[in-house]
């Protein structure tokens, strides 16, 4: 009998094959087994001891839990309608790395379907907790949160969940089998399909294809094509053609699923017999909801007895005489069709009259907007049907299907579903089959940023501090009278400084063994260069230097001051120090695409522990011995002989040090703001996005300040161009910003644009790109005179110091699903809008299609810029079609529907890719530009 731990073990070790996932590859994790081997020997009953002081007897204490150990795998897969299989599983451990039995452990689902019935679970003699997750019959990823209730200092852990279709399902015909009708009519049934995973659990999201296999000609489908939904069920309805016969439909499912087919029937006749008889149907036409009536003969006088079907849908039969009978319209709230030909007709005890083909008006939003003008929808508005009308001439549409849920992870997939009317005449099938198709997404080449290790960096120092007590309430600040660097040193003078960040890029507060010592090479009123004595021969001369001190003094310092605030000068010198250390270049391994460019120690703001000095204390006293207890910007020096690492030249290190300092003094502002001068603690540091989003405004700020530029003008292509030296600083701070937008763009609904922690690579590129563009986008809002104070609120957080969402909606005053709609069409169109659209679809500082057009068709650049303008936009007719695709929490995906000439009417929705309506966790919103 394997034990549910060993289970675990066995399934993620390739000892045992996981029954839960089929033909998927697993990578492991040499570490990871290495703990999954520990488990395994506690759970087979073998010993794991700890050498220490103290007797050979005592009180049995239990152990309270400092941390939870991931016992399955961070990211798994389920089939639709089946169970995690092996379940979720955490370990709760002590301080001394011991089993904690007895711990309640709580599972909650965050964002995605599916369910987590456990809810709470006790940890077992090995500390063990599962948590069961079973798959409805919808599709996605679900995220579930793993904490202690009782224990809110262990920091919990989240799992993703990937719900996945069934390989192979099987078809039936459930309902609307073997029925007739006269010749020229719809059916009164509709054909209603069961598709069914091979454990019997329904098939949501499964495409069906629907065929007239045989029959005479004329008739047609509603569909070609229909989609099953969370219950595993779809429908279809036959309009019989003008000839007598029997008619054969096949329906299978598609989309490389393994399956069988469903057969139904029907038998097209002259005339059904029938004492009842329908003569005409009123008002015209009908309108879904609305009261109507059905005059002829027959009826009688019992309501109970008659069925009224409207295009297969049974409605509410309000009064029954026999000469007419009055009734509701059905809602059509499943049904997302435009204006089209509906059968009506009755049932009367059970028996069918004749029908008539009457014309439906569909229910949904009516979108008749003139160019220009756009719609707004969220919420349960956005997923209802939205109706474009029918013209002539032609019309094109911008649509921005976003996702406005605050979580920072969370990727929901998602339908576009559009249907034209049904296509009258004498064809064998009128519907058109539903193209289904990927919306456009293109992958970005990947390329080195100084930033990424940066964020891991700092990352690492609040984790150290976290671990040390000193994050959390209940700080103290202690300012020396004697703070170690408040005099002025002199060039030539050396200091010494820690340097606690070790080569795999985690600090440490203990790192005080090996410190740097650094000469002073240039001092000014607010900052003073200092170089490490262990630099490289061949690298800044003293030119460089002073040209570097003096860029930082007249230029970074006052501008990231004005729009950030002033630094708290803990070290009482009035002065930012710039350390050139190799130990920065050292932290990039050779051959890495991914280049450390220089950083800002949140530790350095703590007390060291010693006399000197001050800082910030923990609730105890805690200190950080490695911290310098002062405000200290580390950057790599040139190595062209790549002692450290690769090497590289000194007009690179100079471009990346210029940018990375206003970048690196905004992170120090920020930090100092919301810990010294408003007293926060190490919690209320930004978080990662819009943290870095800021830093990328100082970069974008003092290169406009250089550039000799102001926001709000619009600035093209062709002002950048035309000067060298403009040329020159748009290179050093602007370009990367753009290339950070263009992989934005590029593939706007899988960017992780809320991050809290480093998504690294190009996803970390992504998220950097959006924050940036989003802040520009804001403070254009606010106006060049405003922009300053509108960051400085920012950077602080506010009164309350907020982060991330709560600091943009505290700032603008607006809620962030406005703000993030607004800014999606922006990216679309930038002056490029049509007459009449919003100001608020317009960046007024850059003019990002110029901008982009002249990076693509320079030939320095244009490797870096291969499309003229990135944004992924998917290209689509007035035709039935349904588009895949995927958006993460605040990220939206773009479509354009366009016809040039005649158009027929169009009706379109959001589902979820399982057919039914999106997770409840996902705050939908769609906005829709008419542009001609």
Known sequence: MVSILQRHTLYRSGS?????????????????????????????????????????????????????????????????????????????VSSLGDAVEGVPVRFALLSGPGQVPTGLAVSDAHGVAEGTFDANSDLGESVIRVDIPSASQVAPLEFKVLTVPAGQVHVSAAAGDAQSAEVGTQLALPFTLAAATPSGSPAGGVRIVWEIHRGPSGGRLTSDTTFTGTDGHTQNLLTLGGTVGDYSVQAYATGGVKTDTATFTARAVTALQSTARVDSVRPAPLRPGQDATLYGIGFGTVTSAVDVRVEGASAQVLAVEPG?????????ADRCLPSRQVGVRALVSGQPTNGELVLLTPSGTQLDLAPGQSTTLSGQGALGCLQLPASDSGSSYLVVAGNADQSAEGMTPLRLILRTPPTSGDTATAAGDVRVHSAVSR??????????????????????????????????????????????PAPGDTLTLSFAVNPDLTVSCDATADPVHAVVRSVKPHVIVAQDTAAPGGGFDQATIDRLASEFEDVDYPTDVEYFGQPADLDGNGRIILLLTPRVNGLTPRGSSVVEGGFFLPLDLVDKGDAQGGGLKGPDGETCPASNEGEVLYMPVPDPGGVYSDPNRTDQILRSDRNTMPHELQHLISAEQRLVVEGGDFNSVEDVWLGEGLSHIAEEVVGLKEMQRQAGQDIGWDAILGDPRTLDLFNTFELDDFARLEFYMLQPGEAPTLATTDPGGVRSLQMRGFAWALLRWLADRVGPSGEAAFFRDLAKGGPNLERGIANIEQATGRRWDDILAQFSVSLALDDQAPSGADAAYQLSTWDLPSIFQGLHDNPTSGSRFPLAYPLAVTSLGFETAAVDFEVRSSTSVYFELAADGAQPALAFHLTSQGGGPPSVSTSPQIVVVRLR
């Open 16 to 92: 045992v094959r996981d029954p839960g996932v089929v033909g998927l590859s697993r990578r492991r994790d040499p570490r990871r087994l290495f703990a999954r081997a520990v488990l395994a020997t506690v759970a087979a009953g073998g010993a794991l001891t700890l050498a220490g002081c103290g007797g050979d007897g005592g009180t049995d204490v239990t152990p309270s839990p400092t941390r939870l150990e991931r016992v399955s795998l961070k990211t798994d897969s389920v089939t639709v309608g089946t169970t995690l299989d092996p379940p979720l599983g955490v370990r709760v």
């Open 324 to 332: 007419r009978v009055r009734f509701q319209v059905p809602a059509f």
């Open 443 to 488: 992958e970005p080449t990947g390329r080195s940023d100084p930033y990424g290790p940066a964020i891991r960096i700092r990352e690492s120092a609040l984790d150290e501090l976290a671990r040390r007590r000193i994050s959390g309430s209940g700080l103290s600040l202690r300012r020396s009278e004697e703070p170690r660097f408040a005099a002025a």
